[in-house]
């Protein structure tokens, strides 16, 4: 008599297999693990960031358990994903933060002179115009030699009232009459310059504390340069230990393709970023994505 198959035998063989697992070992991921770390490097993100991510990659994963079909280097490569994202947290929605807070909304822009934090005040000003905000600008740089009518350039070309006071004036009195007059006239949001240097940091470090203090910002953006390396992350962790911040915007970074400098910084201050500027012009600024950074560094 014809021998036939059991019924639902093939479905149990091919069960069993699916559901067998192996045990992942170093070895197994070490390859694939140096390729991963070369590539990051070579993107300019941080030597420290990388280790300390790629090492702890390699402790959640070795000794795990793969099932059968599934490739190391594709479970590897969803770590390191994961963990890049994780590095750079969810994007920020800054136009339901605006909405989500008593008006006026008060946003403070930090970071050393020549990042392209003014530039970068100039964007913002578009783009929460673009978006029905409307915006009052406080020149509370009162220190470097022409800060004050370079954002007020900004203002008459954004249509934007700028409050300012003379050069050497108090800052945090400058923003307080901004907050007034924002108040006055209903307007939605307020963004603050502030001295990227002073006579020296911790003059600079007490100066943005106080201003801290008595303005109650909703938000503090830091502000520095995709191009400026490992200089940025040391910059960017003094800020952050002595003034604070709640978010990052990265400028230059059509100078700098690589894209490793969001994840180095994002790592350093532990904040995400919210913008980042591609150009000179006024809109050339985007909402930050983290999705397209990792896409882009993970090829
Ligand atoms: P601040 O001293 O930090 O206020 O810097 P500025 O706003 O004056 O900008 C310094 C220079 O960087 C200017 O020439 C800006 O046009 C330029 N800049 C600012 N943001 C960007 C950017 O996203 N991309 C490029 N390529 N240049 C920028």
Same mark, same amino acid.
């Given at each position: 008599p014809e021998k036939k198959t059991p019924v639902g035998f093939t479905e149990k063989i091919v069960s069993f297999v699916r559901d067998r697992e192996f045990i992942i070992s170093e070895k197994d991921i070490s390859d694939i693990l140096d390729e991963l770390e070369m590539g990051l490097l070579e993107s300019d993100v941080a030597f420290s960031v990388t280790e300390e991510i790629l090492s702890r990659i390699k402790k959640d994963l070795s000794g795990s358990k793969r099932k059968i079909g599934t490739s190391v280097d594709s479970i590897v490569k969803n770590a390191l994903a994961d963990a890049l994202l994780g590095v750079l947290g969810e994007g920020v929605d800054i136009c339901a933060f605006i909405r989500e807070h008593e008006r006026p909304v008060k946003i403070l822009f930090t970071g050393?002179?020549?990042?392209g934090k003014t530039t970068s005040i100039a964007k913002v000003t578009r783009f929460l115009q673009n978006n029905g905000f409307s915006v009052v600008l406080g020149?509370?740089?009162?220190?470097?030699?022409?800060a004050i009518e370079q954002i007020d350039v900004h203002g008459e070309r954004l249509g934007v009232k700028v409050i300012q006071h003379q050069e050497g004036s108090d800052p945090t009195a400058v923003l307080f009459d901004t907050v007034e007059y924002a108040r006055a006239h209903k307007i939605d949001v307020v963004l603050g310059d502030t001295a =990227?240097?002073?006579?020296n940091r911790a003059n600079l470090m007490n100066q943005l504390a106080k201003i801290r203090r008595v303005i109650k910002p909703d938000l503090i953006v830091y502000v520095d340069e995709a191009?400026?390396?490992?200089d940025a992350v040391i910059r960017a962790e003094e800020f952050s230990k002595s003034v604070g911040m709640d978010a990052i915007m990265l400028t230059k970074v059509d100078m700098d393709p690589k894209g490793g400098a969001a994840i180095s910084i994002a790592h350093a201050v532990g904040k995400p970023l919210l913008f980042i500027g591609t150009g000179q =012009?006024?809109?050339?600024?985007r909402a930050f994505n983290p999705r397209l950074v990792v896409e882009d560094l993970l090829g």
């Open positions: 050393v002179n020549g990042t020149a509370g740089d009162t220190f470097r030699a022409g =990227g240097r002073f006579h191009v400026a390396g490992n =012009g006024y809109d050339d600024v």
